[in-house]
């Protein structure tokens, strides 16, 4: 998941690099073994489940970056709808504007973000054009090709 760790980190970075100081606190969290035992997303949620209602939504970018096509979702119609006007607004210029709840394949759910889910929040699972998802995807995903180090930034644009 070294690339979702990436894009984490450079969001952080823009914000700081902008000068943008969001109204609400912004947390990246890196989770380990989130797939195998869930430890990660357990231990996040240990330790936030009496702030779990002031979460206003969690994302998870466990799918790398490759051609992202826009997100997935997993929350209320309303919350649907305004993450889909949202999106088309900021998002549609950079093709990714696409906002789903369509399972199994257009979906806001991961294991990273299924407890705080549990409770309500709403959630966002960056999806990646299919052809990719499907044929590529794989070959790097939890393998030793998926660390940091073997991220290529042009894939990060």
């Known amino acids: 998941d070294g690339q979702g760790c990436i894009v984490i ?6 914000l700081k ?13 890196l989770f380990t073994d989130e797939e195998i035992t869930g430890a990660g997303a357990r231990a996040y949620f240990d330790r936030y489940k009496e702030q779990a209602s002031e979460h206003v939504a969690c994302i998870e970018t466990d799918l790398g970056c490759f051609d992202s096509i826009g997100f997935g979702f997993e929350g209320s119609t309303a ?16 093709g990714a504007a696409q906002v789903h709840t369509d399972f199994p394949s257009w979906h ?6 299924m ?29 030793e090709a998926d660390t940091i180090d073997k991220v290529k930034p042009e894939m990060l644009t």
């Open 115 to 143: 407890p705080l889910l549990n409770t309500g929040v709403p959630g966002f699972l960056l999806r990646l054009k299919e052809e990719w998802y499907s044929e590529q995807y794989w070959w790097v995903h939890h393998t």
């Open 17 to 29: 690099l902008l000068g943008i100081r969001p109204r609400r606190t912004i947390r990246a969290v």
């Open 79 to 94: 919350g649907l709808q305004f993450s889909r006007t949202l999106a088309e607004a900021v998002l549609t210029d950079l």
């Open 9 to 14: 980190w450079e969001v952080i970075r823009l």
């Open 108 to 113: 806001g759910k991961g294991a990273d973000i």
